[in-house]
C-alpha cells in the first residue's frame, strides 16, 4: 500500500484506508456497515433514525459479524438519544458522528468516554466551532454532497477549512466516487474522503432494487437543492415527487403537508388537530411556514417510501450529485479494491523522477 494511504485519519479510526462510509439513514444499516468496515473503510450507522432499541440490535449484530471499527451516527435532538450515547460508550463504539445542533453535553460525554467525535459542517466558520467543542475529526461536506447540505462547493470549503489550521484531521466529503477523487484530496491536504452516494449505490445497500435503478439513471444536472421537503437545503434526484413538491404554493404544501399526514397518522400516531397545533407552535419558534413544519414532520416517511419500500415516484431519492456519474452497483469490497488500486495509481504519477 502506498504510504500516504496511512493518515492521521486511519491512526484515529483504526481502519485500513482514509474512507469513510457515511450515515444514511434507513440506507446505512448493519448490512452496509458490515460491508464497508470489512473492505477496509470505517463505516457509520445510521442510528439518527432509529430508536435505542433499534440501534443496540444493530451495533450487536455489527460486533457479531465484524472485530472491524466502526461508529455510530446521531442527531442531538432525537428521541433516546441519551441511551444510545451510553450505549455506544458501554459498547466501545470507535467514534460518534453527528451534525446540525450538537448537543456540548453529549460531545464532552463522548469525549471523556475515550470515543472520537466526528461532527459533519458545511461552512468554513463552523469548523473551529466544531474543534473548539471538542471534535477530534472534521468532515466538510460541500454542496455536491447528498440530502442536508450547505451552499459551498467542496474545494472551495475544504480550503477555507484546511487555512484554520485547526489541528485534527480533516475529511473531504461531496463529490466523490473514485480513487481520482481520494487521491486528488490527500494531494490537497485533506487526511481523508467521506462517501454516501457510492456505497448507497452498491450490492451490499439495503435500498430497493427499483429505488437503485432511479439513482444508475440520475444525471448531473437533474440532482438539484431543494427547501420544499423539510424547509432546509436537501439535495435531491428530481423526480416526480420533487417536482410535484417544487410547483406548489404555500397553500398548496399545506394542502399536501395536511394529507400526508392523514395518510401517515397511523405511524406518527397523533390527530390531524394534535399535529396542525404541532406544526404551529414549530412555525411561530422558526421562519417556516406551518406547511413547511408539517413536510418536516412527514419528510421521514416521504424519504422511506423510495428508500425503504422501493416506490421511489411516491417518495424523495436523497442524492449526491456523484450519482450522476454513477453507472454500476459492485460489492463494497470491489468499490474499496478499485477506489486504492485507482488511487495508488494516480498517487504513483506525483512521485516519478527521472533518470
Known amino acids: 500500500m502506498h504510504p500516504v494511504l496511512s493518515t492521521s485519519l ?5 481502519c485500513d484506508y482514509p474512507v469513510i462510509q457515511t450515515a444514511m439513514g434507513w440506507v446505512a444499516t448493519s448490512q452496509l456497515v458490515i460491508a464497508s468496515v ?5 463505516g457509520f450507522l445510521a442510528a439518527a433514525v432509529m430508536d435505542p432499541a433499534e440501534c443496540e440490535a444493530e451495533i450487536q449484530k455489527i460486533k457479531s459479524a465484524t472485530s472491524k471499527p466502526f461508529g455510530v451516527n446521531i442527531h442531538g435532538f432525537q428521541p433516546g438519544v441519551e441511551r444510545i ?6 459498547h466501545e ?3 460518534l458522528s453527528y451534525g446540525r445542533g450538537p448537543n ?5 460525554k463522548v469525549k471523556n468516554a475515550g470515543l472520537k467525535c466526528v461532527p459533519t459542517i458545511g461552512a468554513g466558520k463552523h469548523a473551529s466551532r466544531a ?9 466538510c461536506q460541500g454542496q455536491e454532497g447528498g440530502g442536508h447540505t450547505g451552499a459551498t462547493p467542496t474545494w472551495l470549503l475544504l480550503t477555507d477549512v484546511l487555512d484554520q489550521n485547526l489541528g485534527v484531521p480533516i475529511v473531504a466529503c461531496g463529490g466523490f466516487k473514485d480513487g481520482r477523487g481520494l487521491a486528488a484530496a490527500l494531494a490537497f491536504g485533506a487526511d481523508g474522503v467521506a462517501m454516501g452516494t457510492r456505497f448507497m449505490m452498491s450490492a451490499d445497500s439495503p435500498t430497493p432494487d427499483a429505488t437503485k435503478a432511479e439513482y444508475i439513471k440520475s444525471d448531473v444536472s437533474n440532482i438539484p437543492v431543494s427547501t420544499k421537503l423539510d424547509g432546509l437545503r436537501q439535495r435531491m434526484i428530481l423526480n416526480h415527487t420533487l417536482d410535484e413538491l417544487e410547483k406548489s404554493s404555500r397553500f398548496g404544501m399545506l394542502v ?3 394529507k400526508n399526514s392523514w395518510k401517515f397518522k397511523s405511524q406518527t400516531g397523533m390527530s390531524i388537530i394534535q399535529t396542525l397545533k404541532t406544526a404551529w407552535d414549530m412555525a411561530s419558534k422558526t421562519d417556516l411556514t406551518i406547511g413547511q413544519t408539517l413536510m418536516a414532520a412527514n419528510a421521514p416517511m416521504i424519504i422511506q417510501r423510495a428508500m425503504v419500500e422501493g416506490k421511489p415516484e ?6 449526491g450529485q456523484i450519482a450522476g456519474l454513477i453507472y454500476d452497483l459492485p460489492d463494497c469490497a470491489e468499490i474499496v479494491s478499485k477506489i486504492i488500486a485507482e488511487t495508488e495509481t494516480n498517487l504513483m504519477r506525483f512521485s516519478r523522477t527521472e533518470v
Open 10 to 14: 486511519t491512526q484515529a479510526l483504526g
Open 85 to 90: 450515547v451510553d450505549m455506544c460508550i458501554d
Open 38 to 42: 470489512e473492505a477496509g473503510v470505517f
Open 256 to 258: 399536501r403537508a395536511l
Open 131 to 139: 474543534v473548539n467543542m471538542g471534535a477530534d475529526i472534521v468532515v
Open 93 to 95: 463504539i470507535t467514534a
Open 314 to 319: 411516491e417518495g424523495v431519492l436523497p442524492s
Open 104 to 108: 456540548p453535553k453529549i460531545v464532552s
